[in-house]
């Protein structure tokens, strides 16, 4: 915003991240995208962000209808920057020409100054890239990333020049969140990249910036903090996209193990802290995937001793012609349901974890062949409900430990 003396001259707010709204003089003139005003938004959009370069003829005409079948496309594109104008100047902005056109380029006039959150957004990052002093480059970054406040028109990403631009402004925000943390690691600024990973978590779900936060938590000693967010984050990518944890997180979680530490307690007392609510918990053992990927490890080294028949089992939801479902609430619902159906089949000593979008493993320790058999059939009774179309695909795998470092001897069996 320009100041001239000690009076600060009007200037058209325009927000692009996290939806579309103008405002001017405090006072709001659009927001979102109310279909009686979709082509006001739409024009406003491309003309105020291409508002130095400008917007060929063509463009508008495609961005304003699209493929629409229009008898006279040039008279109606003209309805339509002539009802923005009206719209504009009764907004209370200056009485000028707001969209000029020159050899069949529109140009929004520079007579009305334009502050856009997203050229403010990229001015900051460009800074920080040039700056060299550490603590000014981190700061920089920094407000770029708060200047960032949701993905590029996010309710129009099917449009090319939005999704465009979405896709370029992610980029430079990851950027800026990674070399800010980088920065911050060196500084050991903990409480601030924790901060931060909060905050680039609440912008861009699911793109494991909890890495962020949990890294700090961690560095600052706060292991109960860590572990609860590492347990909320793999629930939700597992609920959301069926995802395992990355191999970053992982790392941290493995670290997390290494540098846990507890006040001096009696042997009696931390026994009762490991040790389950055995009247609570019902059916078998459910985990997340890492607990039940050391779980597994730690039984292939007990069957070094011997005498332990071990089962791996995958179960898998599949539709009425036996292929593996792979998206949509309905898969939703019955990966809950099978979860539960999983769990209330299995012995209080088998291990379950879920691991992708109606996916189980299930770890089954001293059992045969039959009783796997017997398991899928508890499984289906707990599952199929009347005429349900859906059902479960079972793979068992016997594990046998062998001289060759424990590998697994498959044994496929489909139920």
Not at 18 to 26: P, R
Not at 331 to 337: G, K, V
Request: hydrophobic content about 35%.
């Amino acid at each position: 915003m320009e100041k001239r003396g000690n009076t600060e001259e009007p200037c058209l707010q325009v927000q692009m991240f996290g939806g579309f709204a103008l405002s001017w003089g405090g006072k709001l003139i659009t927001s979102n995208m109310k279909s009686s005003e979709s082509q006001f938004n739409y024009l406003m959009e491309l003309l105020l962000h291409h508002r130095k370069e400008g917007v060929s003829r063509d463009m508008v005409e495609r961005v304003l209808f699209e493929d629409r079948d229009i008898q006279d496309i040039h008279h109606a594109t003209r309805s339509v920057i002539y009802n923005t104008k009206k719209k504009l100047k009764a907004s209370g902005l200056p009485e000028v020409n707001y969209i000029e056109q020159r050899k069949g380029i529109f140009y929004w006039n520079p007579q009305v100054p334009v502050r856009e959150d997203a050229e403010e957004f990229q001015r900051r990052y460009q800074e920080a890239e040039a700056e060299v002093e550490p603590e000014k480059k981190l700061q920089l970054y920094m407000e770029a990333c708060h200047l960032y406040t949701g993905e590029f028109l996010t309710q129009q990403t099917a449009t090319v020049w939005i999704a465009h631009e979405a896709k370029r402004y992610r980029a430079m925000f990851c950027a800026c969140v990674e070399r800010a943390t980088a920065l911050l690691r060196e500084m050991q600024d903990f409480l601030q990249m924790e901060e931060l990973g909060v905050y680039a978590t609440a912008i861009s779900p699911l793109s494991d910036w909890e890495t962020v936060t949990m890294e700090a938590l961690v560095a600052m000693g706060r292991y109960e903090d860590a572990r609860r967010l590492y347990d909320d984050t793999v629930g939700l990518y597992f609920q959301e996209q069926g995802l395992r944890p990355s191999s970053r997180m992982m790392e941290l979680f493995n670290k997390l193990g290494t540098q846990m530490e507890h006040q001096y307690d009696a042997l009696d007392d931390i026994q009762k802290k490991l040790s389950e609510d055995m009247e609570v918990v019902q059916g078998g053992y459910m985990c997340t995937y890492p607990v039940f990927q050391g779980v597994y490890r730690m039984v292939e080294r007990m069957m070094e001793r011997g005498g332990q028949s071990v089962y791996l089992m995958l179960c898998m939801v599949v539709d009425s012609k036996g292929n593996p479902m792979r998206d949509g609430a309905v898969l939703d619902e019955l990966t809950q349901r099978l979860g539960e159906a999983i769990q209330h089949s299995v012995r209080h000593s088998d291990s379950v974890c879920r691991y992708g979008k109606g996916q189980y493993l299930v770890l089954l320790v001293n059992t045969t062949r039959e009783n796997c058999g017997v398991i899928q059939r508890r499984i289906n009774y707990h599952f199929i409900i009347g005429r349900q179309r859906t059902g479960v695909q079972y793979y068992v795998n016997s594990v046998v430990c062998s001289p060759n470092k424990g590998k697994a001897v498959l044994d496929k069996d489909k139920g």
